[in-house]
């Protein structure tokens, strides 16, 4: 199975900041990345897929980059409504994986 | 509205089976692949299985092989889980996923249910 690495675990913030999370793949997965995000007791939603397509309906300051085995996802401008945990998953293969997932707090 | 409603879930004694399900309403069921994905209490997401439109594909995680039993039932829309030797690694959130693709089985979920939960007790 293809592992992926999200950095950090937990991300520390102030609502107006621009946070970056990374995401590495074990082996290339193309461009087959999306990331989510979850906030407590709720469902994951899609913010993000083919590695830098956003959802619709999702705001613009969520961006994601890069490609094979490494991944950005930016938030620009953090608002309130962000704080949450964010997970990015691979769909490269049949057996997909997430991430162990990135928790961005209020400073 | 697209809408993903599991059921199902409960306490079970460990060794023991449960089936979970899913309604799905608000698009056309049989034009899309389905999962599920599952979440133990204060960890990480888990693709579990996903099953091909027409129920003729179906793929396991490594930690549920031989255990769980993914199916569908494109004319009642409705999504299933079917889960024997319970253990209490299975303990979990369960949630049923649309991909955006449709009939890709490999794909991102734009569409998650609420979730139920399954709790095993030895």
């Known amino acids: 199975d293809i592992q992926m690495t999200q950095s950090p675990s937990t991300l520390s913030a102030s609502v107006g900041d621009r946070v970056s999370i990374t995401c590495r793949a074990s082996?290339?997965?193309?461009?087959?990345l999306a990331w989510y995000q979850q906030k407590p007791g709720k469902a994951p939603t899609l913010l993000i897929y083919?590695?830098?397509y956003l959802e619709s309906g999702v705001p613009s300051r969520f961006s994601g980059s890069g490609s094979e085995t490494e991944f950005t996802l930016t938030i620009s401008n953090l608002r309130p409504d962000d704080f949450a945990t964010y997970y990015c998953q691979q769909y490269h293969t049949y057996s997909l994986t997430f991430g162990g997932g990135t928790k961005v707090e209020i400073k | 509205e697209v809408q993903l409603l599991e059921s199902g879930g409960d306490l079970v004694q460990s060794g023991g089976s449960l089936r979970l399900s899913c309604a799905a309403s608000?698009?056309?069921?049989?034009?899309?692949?389905m999962r599920w994905v599952r979440q133990a209490p204060g960890k990480g997401l888990e693709w579990v299985s996903a099953?091909?439109?027409?129920?003729?594909?179906?793929y396991y995680a490594d930690s549920v092989q031989g255990r769980f039993t993914i199916s569908r039932d494109n004319s009642k829309n409705t999504l299933y889980l079917e889960m024997h030797s319970l253990s209490d690694e299975d303990t979990a959130m369960y949630y049923c996923?649309?991909?955006?693709?449709?009939?890709?089985?490999?794909?991102?979920?734009?569409?998650w249910g609420h979730g139920t939960m399954v709790t095993v007790v030895s």
């Open positions: 608000g698009f056309t069921f049989s034009d899309y692949a």
């Open positions: 083919k590695g830098s």
């Open positions: 996923a649309k991909g955006r693709d449709g009939y890709n089985v490999r794909d991102a979920y734009n569409m």
């Open positions: 082996q290339t997965i193309v461009s087959y």
């Open positions: 099953v091909s439109s027409t129920g003729g594909s179906k």
